[in-house]
Structure formats: structure tokens, C-alpha cells
């Protein structure tokens, strides 16, 4: 029987089995991912300089994005269906549709916690 010491775990790799459902065909070892982790939580404690109004409208931009895509895959699978998945399109659908719920919901609790603020009890 072979053991496999605490200080190899950390190094070892994996292969994908389809490239396509990974960025570069390997999955990362565990202490890769913890320092990426460890990295994005310092990253986020850092004070941005970005005001709220900069962040909603880079969210607007990034929804905006998704209904674009989106309608342009469905105009693709319209005027030439061989070039377009009929996943991708579906997936760019959902995609879009979600966001926009979800900046939906955003916008709607927003509006309500600004007016819970500025009306006098």
C-alpha cells in the first residue's frame, strides 16, 4: 500500500478529461486555489476608489452586454442556424433573463431602502 505524505498532496494535478470544460485542461493543485482565495479576500478588504454610481453603471453595462449577446445569438440561429449552438443560444438566453431579474430586484430594493430613508416617521 502506497501513503501519500501531507506536503505531496499540495503538488499533485489532474487532468481534464475534456479540455473544453476547463480554461487550460488542468485543474489547479489545492495551495494554488488557496492563494488565489487568500489573494482575492486581500483584494476585496482593499478600499476601492470607484464611487456607487460608477458600480451601478458598470452593472448596467455588464446586463446591457448580456441582452446583447443575446439577441445577437437569436438572430444568428435565425439567419444561419449551423454556425450557432442551440445550447449557447439557450445559455446566453437564461444568461440575460437572470441578470436582468436580478438587476430588477437590485433596482426594486434600492428604491425602497431610499425611500424608507427619506420619509419622516
Known amino acids: ?38 489573494d482575492m479576500i486581500e483584494s476585496t478588504v482593499r478600499p476601492e476608489t470607484t464611487s456607487f454610481d460608477q458600480v451601478l453603471l458598470k452593472a448596467f453595462d455588464e446586463v446591457n452586454s448580456y441582452q446583447q449577446a443575446s439577441s445577437g445569438m ?16 439557450t445559455t446566453a438566453m437564461a444568461k440575460a433573463s437572470l441578470s436582468l431579474s436580478l438587476t430588477s430586484t437590485v433596482l426594486d430594493r434600492l428604491v425602497k431602502g431610499w425611500n424608507e430613508i427619506t420619509t419622516t416617521r
Open 1 to 38: 500500500m502506497n501513503f501519500v505524505s501531507a506536503s505531496q498532496v499540495g503538488q499533485l494535478e489532474m487532468t481534464a478529461t475534456n479540455s473544453n470544460h476547463f480554461n487550460s485542461g488542468k485543474v489547479s493543485s489545492q495551495r494554488d486555489k488557496m492563494v488565489s482565495n487568500t
Open 74 to 89: 437569436a438572430e444568428k440561429i435565425i439567419t444561419d442556424p449551423d454556425s450557432v449552438d442551440v445550447h449557447d443560444v
